[in-house]
């Protein structure tokens, strides 16, 4: 059986930035011995979460729950007030927002000024979204599908973003029919370029190979993203699996190829162990 991995997989550069941002608190920490937390889980991977709780970081849901030392904000970003509360909390902040997600937040905030109504395309639970609300004074609309688009009144203003990790054919999809909800419309393609090289590379792949393996975390946006991807390619054969562990060993038999391609979040070390365990079989 040949394993064929996915020219761009795993960690992306805002999640790797992140992570060597809370290491790097943790050894700078050693003599100040002040307490690290992450507002949320800093990635969207329970085994990489666990191995940094391990060194002493803990997760926090909100800025309520601490007192003093050291918040580090992921790479998801979060609204505006987070930034008040901490400063008023006299809170250390490590601000790990990855910059493609600033970059957003930075638009809704001069377009909102501008007068503009924003929409973002994406998913109104997921973190980043929300943050991003936070800096429009949370009036957004957010929309994930076309049906979200018809509660939307005709607009004099609209501006439009989108969430890092959606795929570009949602994108250009639901702004085509958004245009014809506004008279001005400004529109902003934000899809960061990791998820735009993963999401090309996977589909790539998937036409290539028999099987696909998609490794990543269950509730990682951009993980789900990809299987979404390549089950379009593999429908029957595209498998998502979060460890080498659950691996769909006996459905492998009798295929040739197996591509495997991992969401941002994923850690080379479980992408390896996934690629060993089939080369064993
Ligand atoms: Fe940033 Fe894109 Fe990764 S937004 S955190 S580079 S998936």
Redesign the pocket.
């Known amino acids: 059986m040949k394993v064929i991995v996915a020219n761009h997989s795993g960690f992306?550069?805002?999640?790797e930035k992140a992570i060597h941002t809370a290491f790097d608190e943790v050894n700078n920490n050693s003599n100040i011995k002040r307490d690290i937390y992450t507002l949320g889980p800093l990635i969207h991977n329970q085994q990489a979460v666990n191995k940094l709780e391990n060194d002493g970081i803990k997760v926090i849901g909100h800025l309520n729950e601490v007192s003093d030392g050291t918040v580090i904000i992921r790479?998801h970003g979060v609204s505006k007030n987070i930034y008040d509360i901490a400063y008023e909390k006299k809170i250390n902040l490590v601000d790990a927002t990855?910059p493609?997600?600033r970059k957003i937040q930075n638009i809704v905030k001069e377009y909102k000024e501008k007068g503009y109504n924003i929409v973002i395309i994406g998913n109104p639970d997921h973190p980043e979204v929300v943050g991003i609300n936070g800096w429009c004074n949370n009036e957004a609309y957010v929309v994930k599908t076309e049906d979200d688009i018809e509660k939307i009144p005709f607009l004099d203003k609209m501006c439009i973003v989108v969430q890092?990790?959606m795929s570009t054919s949602l994108y250009l999809k639901l702004t085509d029919i958004l245009e014809k909800k506004a008279i001005d419309v400004v529109k902003f393609n934000t899809i960061?370029s990791?998820?735009r090289d993963r999401q090309e590379s996977a589909r790539d792949l998937a036409k290539e190979v028999d099987v696909m393996i998609v490794v990543g975390g269950y509730h990682s946006s951009?993980t789900q993203k990809l299987v979404e991807i390549c089950k379009e390619e593999k429908p029957n054969t595209t498998f998502h699996i979060e460890t080498a562990s659950e691996l769909p060993i006996n459905l492998l038999g009798g295929y040739e190829t197996v591509g495997v391609t991992a969401g941002?979040s994923t850690p080379k070390w479980i992408i390896d162990e996934v690629i060993e365990k089939i080369n064993s079989l």
Do not use: E, M, P
């Open positions: 992306c550069f805002g999640v790479s990855c493609f997600v890092t990790t960061c990791a998820t951009n941002a």
